[in-house]
């Protein structure tokens, strides 16, 4: 069972995307992250930086002769914090679509 909660971290939008397509696969690389979210290569690194630096991404350099490569992946705790941020939207949307009862 997932906990809902929000999570300051994951929560601004260019991080949220990036998350949640990392949610959706196993490894992803640096380009094809970069191409998918019509990001710059210094902003996605800036955004990956800070969510290795909270344990949430882990980034492995790989050389394929003369070409590196750059994958990425959740950690185990980027899943939970990810599926906790999303139960914790879920939860604001479904109270915001509760009847609202007004004392007479």
């Known amino acids: ?52 630096e909270a344990g949430y991404v882990l980034s492995e350099r790989r050389s394929n002769g003369r070409r590196r490569t750059v994958r990425v992946r959740l950690t185990d705790d980027g899943r939970a914090a990810f599926d906790g941020h999303v139960a914790a939207l879920q939860a604001i949307l479904e109270a915001a679509r509760a009847p609202i009862s007004v004392d007479d």
């Not at 300051?8 to 979210?37: G, K, Q």
């Open 1 to 52: 069972m997932t906990i809902p909660r929000f999570d300051e971290l994951i929560h601004p939008s260019t991080r949220l995307t990036l998350v949640s397509t990392l949610a959706a696969v196993e490894w992803a690389e640096f380009a094809a992250l970069r191409d998918r979210l019509e990001m710059s290569d210094s902003a996605l690194s800036k955004q990956l930086s800070t969510l290795e």
